[in-house]
């Protein structure tokens, strides 16, 4: 049997995680429900450096406050905080929202901005996030590399490289661009899932025989 191109491996791999179906967190399903780039971004920016357990009801809590920049560009900031209690380095991140937002009504016309570049001159805006709010948020081809991105790509051996950045610039030279919006999703929820930083599971893995494991 003749060994599958690299372009034809990644298109059969896309292929067996979306069939698998594996169960998606509950911040994930909910953030697959917006189609507003500004609540992809407050959203994300709660999610850093936290896990999906706790930042889905911090969400929710959040979202009880408003929607929209004008709602938090002049909410209190103390009111945030014990909303969004205890998501990760809470007290910066309602900061950030507030000042982001107040920049939004002030200087974009509420608008957030459909460039990356734009959207890094924020505090507490990185390219994730940035590239989240393009691919969720606007529906544009932009990839989204988090933790979970970063090492399964390295783990199937599909690119070599030591930081997400890295990770992002090396999958936008050959990953197809039909798979950028939806990578993120797949591989956070594989990444969750199965193929998790310690002890994944091989052995339930969908694509276990396509896989380098480099582990």
């Known amino acids: 049997m003749p060994q599958l191109t690299e372009t034809e491996n990644i298109n059969e791999i896309v292929d067996l995680l979306k069939k698998a179906d594996e169960p998606k967190s509950d911040f994930v399903k909910l953030m697959d429900t917006f189609n507003d780039p500004y609540l992809v971004l407050i959203s994300c920016i709660l999610s850093l450096r936290t896990n999906d357990k706790t930042t889905y009801p911090a969400t929710l809590r959040m ?51 459909d460039s990356i570049e734009e959207m890094i001159k924020f505090n507490g805006v990185g390219r994730k996030t940035a590239n989240l709010v393009m691919s969720r948020g606007f529906n544009k081809p932009a990839i989204c ?44 929820t594989h990444g969750q899932n199965i193929c998790k930083p310690i002890k994944p599971e091989c052995g339930k893995c969908p694509i276990n025989n396509l896989c380098k494991k480099f582990i």
Do not use: M
């Open 145 to 188: 590399v988090d933790v979970h991105v970063h090492r399964i790509f390295n783990r199937i051996g599909y690119v070599k490289t030591k930081t997400p950045e890295e990770t992002e610039f090396a999958l936008r030279e050959k990953l197809p661009i039909k798979y950028w919006i939806d990578i993120n999703t797949l591989l956070v």
């Open 63 to 113: 979202l009880e406050l408003g929607r929209t920049p004008e709602d938090f560009a002049k909410c209190d900031l103390k009111e945030l905080e014990k909303a969004i209690y205890p998501v990760g380095f809470y007290a910066n991140k309602a900061k950030q929202i507030v000042e982001l937002s107040q920049r939004l009504v002030n200087e974009y016309n509420s608008q957030v901005p």
